[in-house]
C-alpha cells in the first residue's frame, strides 16, 4: 500500500471553520467522484483541532511555525497504480480538476506532499 501523505494550509483570508467546510463539503466529494479515475484505494482527511496542549507541545519541541490546518491520506495499491492513472486522459483531467479546486481553499505553496509506504510499528 502506498499513501499520498497532504499536509494543508489554508488560503489567507479563510477561516479555519470555512477551509474545514469547503474542504470536506466541496472538496470531498470531488474526490470521491474521481476516485476511480486515479485509482485511489481510499482518502482519508483529518482535520485540525485546537487543543490546550497545543502551545505546551509546540514549546517542548521548540515549534515556532503555524500547525497545519489538516492532513488528506489518499492510498493506491502501488507507484505503478498511480502513474497508470495520470498516463490515461481520464485521469489527467481528473488530477487537474482536483488542483483546480485546491486552488480555492488550499495555500499550495505553504503546504506540503510526499509519497510514502505504511511500517506499523504499533497495530
Do not use: C, N
Request: hydrophobic content about 45%; glycine content about 6%.
Amino acid at each position: 500500500m502506498v499513501k499520498l501523505i497532504f499536509a494543508l494550509r489554508r488560503r489567507e483570508g479563510m477561516s479555519p471553520e470555512e477551509f474545514r467546510a469547503y474542504w470536506r463539503e466541496q472538496h470531498g466529494p470531488l474526490v470521491a467522484r474521481h476516485a476511480d479515475a486515479l485509482g485511489i484505494r481510499r482518502y482519508v482527511q483529518m482535520h485540525r483541532t485546537e487543543t490546550p496542549l497545543d502551545a505546551a507541545v509546540a514549546a517542548e519541541r521548540g515549534i515556532d511555525t503555524e500547525p497545519y490546518d489538516g492532513a488528506a491520506e489518499l492510498w493506491w495499491d502501488s507507484v505503478d497504480d498511480i502513474v497508470g492513472a495520470l498516463q490515461s486522459a481520464e485521469g489527467q483531467e481528473a488530477a487537474a480538476a482536483l488542483v483546480e479546486d485546491e486552488r480555492r481553499f488550499i495555500d499550495l505553496p505553504a503546504s506540503t506532499l510526499w509519497l510514502g509506504e505504511e511500517h506499523v510499528v504499533v497495530p
